[in-house]
């Protein structure tokens, strides 16, 4: 008789086991479902031996950095330290234009900022035990990180032990691997037999806000695969304008919850317009929203056309830089969700 609470007592329990009374675990906190679930669980097994660590990589969604902040940290009490690491991931991206190239950068980026964030935590943690000694509270005293806390899924496990073929690699996705081996961790999954749904059930369980749980998902590269030229912090802001206006009217319709997953995306071609007796000569908004159940395939959403016009008149109007918005009507395959 498996019930969602009953899952909750047993992997908190066999969180403890693996983790022993003093271990600490360490975790890297996307903002996205799987990874806030798996922290807040966590925080419920061990409480403050979790640390939760997010990396501003510059190429999140608007404010997004400061709401998973407050919703993690503040809301549901998870240690959490949101690291910004923006001016270098912008370095390191500029001018480069080539999709894998950015995911490679962001990839190896993000392993190089968790790692020093790591050294440092693990420095205080040393130093903190070797107070709590010195103090003569030595059952006070924690031990040091063993643990890497990842939201793999179920699907995830299985793609990860079935996926070898090419098709694996059309699109290179973040790999822990290598950040195991430098930091001497050890894997700890408490997602790792449940799917998507249930891990949603589960977040709502926790007490992780309905509109967090039920979040269309984000790539690890973020708006960098997004922006179709070279990234800078000016297109990323242009971007991020654009599609929390877009995805804020999806949810004041109510489209949201029916639409897999939705996004804008910056193309780096420039249009002539006109506004006054101003010609300008500004960017492109392509708005795209895929439905699908396996993310293998996807059809696109029909949107009436009254909403259409909303969004398109309101991101014309409201984000500097972009006179043109025009509409992703194409099929995976032989598209993908992204457009890069
Ligand atoms: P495509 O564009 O391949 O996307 O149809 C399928 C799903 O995968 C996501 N995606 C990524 N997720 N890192 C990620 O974490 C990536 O590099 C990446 N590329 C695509 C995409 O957002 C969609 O949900």
Redesign the pocket.
Known sequence: NWTMSTFIDKEIARIREIVGPKGRVIGAISGGVDSSVAAKLMHEAIGDRFHAVMVDNGVLRSNEAAQVHKMLSEDLGVKLTVVDASDLFLSRLEGVEDPEQK?KIIGNTFINVFEEEGAKLEREAEEEEAAALKAGRAHEAKGKYEFLLQGTLYPDVIESISFKGPSAT?????NVGGLLEDMKLKLIEPLRELFKDEVRALGKLLGIPAHLVGRH?????GLA?RILGAVTRSQVEILQKADQIYIEEIRNAGFYDDIS?AFAVLLPVRAVGVQGDKRTYDQVIALRAAQTTD?MT?TWFPFPFEFLCKVSNRITNEVAGVNRVVLDISS?PPA???WL
């Open positions: 995911r059309i699109k290179t996705h973040h998902p984000f790539p690890g590269p695969i997953q993310f996807a995976k993908t969700i992204e």
